[in-house]
């Protein structure tokens, strides 16, 4: 039998996931572009949120290296202000040279004690950016390290639409969203972010009702015992179900 569209992409909505929550964002601006409507829900829902910013953000523009990484780190503390982040960390690891090292995992691990979030959010191991993807890792593997955090891990979408399991209504919220987004003026003369977050945002309604404008994607990770990619994969035969059958 052929699976229905929604046996693989939510058709509804969910609640927001508890709280506290810690957000690993690559680079600064990242929190915002994938998942800034769920944080200013969060803040209006009284939700502790903690954002921990991995990289430096260095190759993200050009001219002086260290002028840069001070704009990017006034740019994302603004931002976080803004969406209601109760606390900011950033780690400054080489932007472009993410690597998982057992110094950044013990580093990762420890402000996951301290805060003891409930929900971990990291990019989609999908993504395209090597620092997204061996971000997603470095939260799994640190937060598997604790046996004494009860704790929800989710993965979100920055600039492609991955396998989701769970959707969350921004709509309420979207221009306050996209207002931040230009808050990281250093980065919207790189690329075209802000139509980029526009239209995974858009995307994300596709299964919604037609008064939506705005969603965001998400990944539950129910097994602690499987790997990202293990779980990941375990979606892909459920297209070709019934085919050729």
């Not at 944080?39 to 190759?59: N, P, R």
């Not at 209504?169 to 139509?195: F, N, P, W």
Request: negative net charge; charged residues 25%; aromatic residues 10%.
């Amino acid at each position: 039998m052929i699976l229905e569209e929604s046996s693989l992409l939510p058709y509804f909505t969910s609640e927001l996931p508890p709280g506290p929550w810690l957000v690993f964002a690559p680079h600064p601006d990242d929190e915002t572009f994938g998942m800034g409507g769920s944080l200013l829900l969060a803040g209006k829902s009284a939700i502790e949120t903690h954002v921990v910013f991995v990289t430096d953000g260095a190759q993200g523009g050009d001219g002086d290296r260290e002028e840069l990484i001070r704009r990017r780190v006034k740019e994302a503390k603004d931002a976080s202000s803004v969406l209601g982040v109760h606390s900011t960390h950033f780690f400054a690891e080489p932007d472009r040279e993410l690597a998982l090292t057992e110094g950044l995992l013990n580093k990762t691990a420890e402000i996951l004690r301290q805060i003891r979030p409930a929900s971990i959010f990291f990019p989609t191991p999908m993504e395209y950016h090597p620092d997204h993807r061996v971000t997603a890792e470095l939260a799994w593997q640190s937060a598997n390290r604790i046996d004494e955090i009860d704790f929800n891990c989710y993965s979100y979408e920055i600039s492609t639409l991955a396998p989701i399991n769970l959707l969350l209504d921004v709509t309420e919220v979207a221009e306050r969203k996209y207002e931040v987004v230009k808050m990281y003026a250093s980065q919207l003369t790189q690329a075209k972010y802000l139509a980029l977050v526009k239209a995974v945002d858009t995307a994300r309604t596709f299964s919604l009702p037609m008064d939506r404008m705005a969603a965001e994607g998400f990944f539950y990770y129910a097994d602690h015992s499987a790997t990202l990619q293990e779980q990941l994969l375990r979606c892909i035969p459920r297209y070709f179900q019934g085919i050729g059958n």
